[in-house]
Structure formats: C-alpha cells, structure tokens
C-alpha cells in the first residue's frame, strides 16, 4: 500500500529523486496522521539532526580551543593510534565531501554525471524551484560539524592530541549517529528505487556509523 501511495504522488508531480523527495510533504501525506503530517521527515531531520550538528559544532570547538590551548598537555601519537586517528580525519573528510555533493545535487535537481551526460547528448536541465531556508540551514549544519570534525581528528594527528576530555569529540558523533538512525527510517520508507542519491546518502550513513 505505501509503495502505490509513492507511485501515485510520483505521477502527481512529486520529483522521483530521493534528494528532492525527502523533504517533499506530498510523498509522506498519506503516511501521517500527526499534527506534522506530511512534514514529519523534515521536521525529525531538523530537530534532531540540526540539535546534534549544532552540539557537534559547539564541542569541536571547545577541544579544538583545549588542543591550541598552552595549559593542556599534548602528546604525539604514534603507531596504530596515529593511523586510526587518521583513517577517522579521513572518513569525516568524505563525509563533508558527500554532503556537498547532495547540496549541489539539490540545488540543481540532478548529479555532476548526469550534468555531464546531458550536456554531452544535448539537452538542457530546466531548475525546478529554489531550496527552502530551512533546507539551507541543515546542509550548511551538516558541512560546518563534519568541518570541525574533521579539524578536531586533524589537529590530533599533528602532535596536539591530549587524552583528557576526548569525550568531547566522541560524544558529538555518537549524538549525530543516532539522530541520523531516525532518518534512515524515512529514507528507506520513501526511497523508489537505489539511484545515484540513495547511494550517496547510504555511503554517508556509513561514514556516520564507522564514526560513530
């Protein structure tokens, strides 16, 4: 029954990409019957995912002030601490990289391949409609933790690491992966097929989860 739900707001101009589905209240109209309705998905992605990328953010901070910091003695990391810390910069790199890729492929309604694929077979791709502010507001969240995510697992790789308050950094990507729990269910429930975005979208949940 969902499944012929989402076929129907599909042919009632619901866009088929998951990108621009998730956030789309047509797709979810029929799935609730709370006060949200059909902007439940949005609204658990902003609230939860929003409140941890913002904690994310704070905390980053803080141990990035404790690492620059002259009162905090630091140690040089070496051996197979040294390669899982930078293993860990790595994968929070790709993370915000994978982020960026679905605000390009939001903002412009389709993938760098298919760009590319378009121009090269001569067509044109006619931009839907802007992104709303509150969709702004989230990949700008997104890009800013995994920014000063990947500065905090940086910084300790370069000699600064201190193991006093490494909750610090282990406690924002916990928070995040269980907010980012929550909308993997939403994502399952509204993806039609696993196109290019559900791939992206998985691959970054992987990263999430190994991080976490």
């Known amino acids: 029954m969902e499944a012929a739900g989402l076929a129907l707001s599909v042919a009632m101009g619901v866009p ?3 990108i621009k ?17 059909g902007y439940t998905p949005c609204f658990i992605d902003m609230a939860l995912l929003g409140v941890a990328q913002v904690v994310a953010v704070v905390l980053s901070a803080v141990r990035l002030g404790q690492l620059m910091g002259r009162r905090t003695a630091k ?6 601490a ?25 903002y412009t309604g389709e993938s760098l391949f298919d760009r590319t694929g378009r121009k ?9 409609h802007g992104m709303d502010p509150f969709e702004w ?8 933790s995994w920014a000063a ?26 928070l995040m992966l ?8 939403f994502v399952l429930r509204v993806a039609e097929s696993h196109g290019f975005y559900f791939t992206l979208y998985c691959a970054y949940f992987a990263s999430d989860a190994v991080l976490g």
């Not at 140690?75 to 197979?80: T, V």
């Open 149 to 174: 995510l990947t500065a905090v697992f940086l910084a300790e790789c370069c000699g600064r690491f201190s193991p006093q308050h490494t909750w610090l950094r282990r406690f924002p990507l916990v």
């Open 16 to 18: 088929r990409h998951l």
């Open 75 to 80: 140690y040089r990391l070496m051996g197979a």
């Open 21 to 37: 589905q998730f956030c789309h209240p047509s797709v979810y109209s029929k799935l609730f019957h709370n006060w949200l309705g």
């Open 178 to 185: 269980a907010a980012e729990l929550a909308k993997f269910r």
């Open 120 to 128: 090269a077979a001569g067509h044109h791709h006619v931009h839907e």
């Open 137 to 144: 507001a989230g990949f700008g969240l997104a890009a800013a």
């Open 82 to 106: 040294a390669w899982v810390h930078r293993a860990a910069a790595a994968l929070a790199a790709v993370a915000l990289l994978l982020v960026l890729f679905q605000l390009q492929g939001r």
